[in-house]
């Protein structure tokens, strides 16, 4: 798997289609060689994505006349060297969405170490009374499924009510997780003496007759 040092070394390399002078955008490789079934020998490619490309606009009519399908050719070549070929591809978006984004690269890969920080966070995030790296694994939809079932058992040891709104806003893939957080959210209103009214969903005293947000009676 590239890495994001890797993405963008390769996103700020300058390669040109000598059909169309378009500089070829940056596309991951697909698994196997169309043409013989090997690997590419690389995790780049560069694509001439330009739809007016000569090769690219007559390859449609050449290749249903030679050989019976729909598709056209588009000009590619590999970092390592000189040359590059036309590569035959099946339709307009062929590569289209394996070019390599250095914002979303670069997003990407904020995130992991978002995490991994927050991961480390953990193991003081009690004795610290940390809220912050808890909320931030579970409120992530890409944390990994481990790191969330260790943030929600620190849910109850850091004993804080202001995570309840979050959590009950967010919505879970897991069953487990979410039954999980649902018991530690249970844990920690009988811990502090109180309950949600069933109305409003709002925090109040478990003794409480009436919730104070909506006036519902909770006798």
């Known amino acids: 798997m590239l890495s994001a040092d890797d993405c963008m070394r390769y996103c700020k390399m ?10 070829l955008s940056p596309c991951e490789t697909p698994p196997f ?10 995790e780049v490619m560069f694509v001439c994505l330009n739809d007016e490309c000569p090769p690219f606009v007559n390859g449609w009519q050449h290749i249903e006349e030679s050989y019976g399908h729909v598709g056209s050719y588009r000009y590619m070549r590999l970092a390592n060297e000189e040359k590059g070929e036309l590569m035959m591809v099946g339709n307009k978006m062929a590569f289209t969405g394996s070019v390599l984004d250095p ?8 995130r992991y170490h978002q995490e991994k920080e927050w991961v480390e966070q953990l193991n003081t ?11 931030g694994i579970l409120l992530d939809e890409k944390s990994s499924l481990v790191n969330k079932m260790k943030a929600s058992r ?4 850091l004993n804080d009510l202001s995570c309840i709104d979050a959590l009950r806003n967010q919505q ?7 039954h999980q957080i649902n018991q530690a959210i249970v844990e920690l209103l009988q811990k502090n003496f ?6 409003c969903m709002e925090i109040v005293k478990k003794k409480a007759a009436k919730c104070k947000h909506c006036g ?3 006798e």
């Open 14 to 23: 300058e390669f040109y289609c000598p059909h169309c002078n378009t500089r």
């Open 33 to 42: 060689h169309i043409g013989d079934g090997l690997g590419w020998g690389a």
């Open 103 to 110: 914002e979303v690269i670069m997003a990407a890969n904020h």
């Open 125 to 135: 995030c009690v004795e610290e009374k940390n809220l912050t790296p808890v909320l």
């Open 154 to 157: 620190m849910l109850v040891p």
């Open 172 to 178: 879970y893939t897991d069953a487990n997780l979410e």
């Open 194 to 199: 109180m309950k949600e009214c069933p109305d």
């Open 216 to 218: 519902k009676n909770l």
